[in-house]
């Protein structure tokens, strides 16, 4: 991993490398039936065309003003990885905050007390390839504070399909080490976002425009 200081302070891996996907790939639990996709059932396609879903992101600070992030990589691009925010897709009736405090949960085990999630701090619309599916999916990020010994490690126990699929890594990291990663880290000059929001939120929701990754 070409990363600044990865070893000392990185918190977890998970698990062992990903293989490549079968070409004929059975359908991960959750998928949608029909449309040939196996992203889960909240991505569905929009009016654009392109598969669409709304989703909750959470800037998760500690008591040093490091933010927790993942490293994922796309099966059908193993050789490409980027380090992004806590978070995930939107489930049909819940909003934005409560999926914001359930993704945490299950990616983390972290248990966030809705009451200490404030936001959103930004929202954003992003266009990507993933799974071998052009997407556009529109953010609602958050952030919280918890202290650092609350990630005791990685725990995959809650996590989907997909995430056993592309997550490689969790860590906690430093603005400035963040600011040096030479892999792409979503949102772009997330370091500077973060640095925005210190030492608290002011309260203003930033809308940071549309991004093609």
Do not use: K, N
Not at 188 to 203: C, I, K, T
């Amino acid at each position: 991993m070409d990363v600044p200081g990865a070893a000392d302070d990185a918190v977890a891996s998970a698990a062992p490398g990903v293989s490549a996907p079968d070409p004929d790939p059975a359908p991960v639990d959750g998928a949608v039936d029909g449309p040939g996709h196996s992203l889960g059932p909240e991505w569905v396609p929009g009016e654009d065309g392109l598969l669409f879903r709304r989703a909750a992101r959470v800037i998760l600070l500690d008591e040093s003003d490091r933010v927790l992030l993942i490293r994922g990589h796309d099966v059908d691009q193993p050789e490409r990885s980027w380090w992004f925010t806590i978070g995930g897709g939107i489930d049909d009736g819940e909003d934005a905050l409560s999926a914001a405090v359930r993704e945490v949960h299950e990616e983390t085990g972290i248990v966030l007390d809705p009451a200490d999630v404030h936001g959103p701090a930004f929202t954003r619309s992003a266009i990507f390839d993933f799974y071998a599916q052009h997407c556009r999916q529109d953010e609602e990020i958050f952030v919280a504070r918890v202290p650092s010994t609350a990630f005791a490690g990685v725990d995959r126990a809650r996590w989907t399909a997909v995430e056993h699929d592309v997550i490689d890594e969790l860590r906690w990291w430093s603005l400035d080490d963040l600011a040096r990663v030479r892999i792409e880290v979503f949102p772009e000059r997330l370091a500077e976002l973060v640095a925005s929001l210190l030492p608290r939120w002011d309260g203003t929701t930033r809308h940071l425009g549309l991004a093609r990754e």
